[in-house]
C-alpha cells in the first residue's frame, strides 16, 4: 500500500528556512509524480511545485519560484521542499502527495506538516 | 493562471438529502478535474478523478459530472460521515483548487 509519511511540526522566526521531507513506502519514489500543496488556516489549498517521476524535472508555482527548492532522493525514497525567507503568511499545513499518473490526480497525500512563522 | 470558484461555499443539508456542488473553470479544461473530501485536522481525500471518475474505495453515492467550465458533484443520499469540506481541482495547466465548499449539518 502507497504511504507518503511526512516529517513533524516546526516552529521558525520570520526571515528563517524551513523544510519539510515526504517519505514514500509501497513504491519507489522515481515510479510516481510528487507534488507539494500548502493549506494557510482558513484558505484554499495552493499547489507549490512538482517533481516529473520520469524525467526527474522539477516545475515550481510562479508564486513560489526562487523561495521554494524541492529535491528528491531516490535512494531513501525521500522528497524534500525548502521555504527560504519565512513571513508570518507561510504559516500553514504543508502536505506532499503522489499520482499514480497524470490521468488520476493526486491519489495519495502525506498527513501533512504544520510550519508556524512567528517572532 | 486557470482560476477555480465552487458554489456554494457552504451548504447545509440532513441525512439522506441529495447533495449538488458546482464548480467552474475559468477556461475550459476539458474533464481534467477532481475532487476531494477533507476533514479537519486531515488531509484531502480523492473523490473523483478525470470529472466522473470514482477513485477505487470511494463509496458509490459520490458522483461527477461535466466538462469544459463547469462541473459538479453529487452526493445522492448524505451520510453523516459525509460533512466535511469539498475541494475541486483543475489539472489540465498545472493545478489550481476552488475555495471549497463546507458541508454541515442543517
Known amino acids: 500500500q502507497v504511504q507518503l509519511v511526512q516529517s513533524g511540526a516546526e516552529v521558525k522566526k520570520p526571515g528563517a528556512s524551513a523544510k519539510v521531507s515526504c517519505k514514500a513506502s509501497g513504491y519507489t519514489s522515481t515510479t510516481y509524480d510528487i507534488y507539494w500543496v500548502r493549506q494557510a488556516p482558513g484558505q484554499r489549498l495552493e499547489w507549490m511545485g512538482w517533481i516529473n517521476a520520469a524525467n526527474g524535472k522539477i516545475k515550481y508555482s510562479q508564486k513560489f519560484q526562487g523561495r521554494v527548492t524541492i529535491t528528491r532522493d531516490t535512494s531513501a525514497s525521500t522528497a524534500s521542499m525548502e521555504v527560504s525567507s519565512l513571513t508570518s503568511e507561510d504559516t500553514a499545513v504543508y502536505y506532499c502527495?503522489?499520482?499514480?499518473?497524470?490521468?488520476?490526480?493526486?491519489?495519495?497525500w502525506g498527513q501533512g506538516t504544520t510550519v508556524t512563522v512567528s517572532s | 493562471d486557470i482560476q477555480m470558484t465552487q458554489s456554494p461555499s457552504t451548504l447545509s443539508a440532513s441525512v439522506g438529502d441529495r447533495v449538488t456542488i458546482t464548480c467552474r473553470a475559468s477556461q475550459s479544461i476539458s474533464t481534467w478535474l477532481a475532487w476531494y473530501q477533507q476533514k479537519p485536522g486531515k488531509a484531502p481525500n480523492l473523490l473523483i478523478y478525470?470529472?466522473?471518475s470514482l477513485e477505487s474505495g470511494v463509496p458509490s453515492r459520490f458522483s461527477g459530472s461535466g466538462s469544459g467550465t463547469e462541473f459538479t458533484l453529487t452526493i445522492s443520499s448524505l451520510q453523516p460521515d459525509d460533512f466535511a469540506t469539498y475541494y475541486c481541482?483543475?489539472?489540465?495547466?498545472?493545478?489550481?483548487f476552488g475555495q471549497g465548499t463546507r458541508v454541515e449539518i442543517k
Open positions: 481541482q483543475q489539472y489540465h495547466t498545472y493545478w489550481t
Open positions: 478525470k470529472a466522473s
Open positions: 502527495a503522489s499520482s499514480r499518473g497524470h490521468f488520476y490526480g493526486m491519489d495519495v
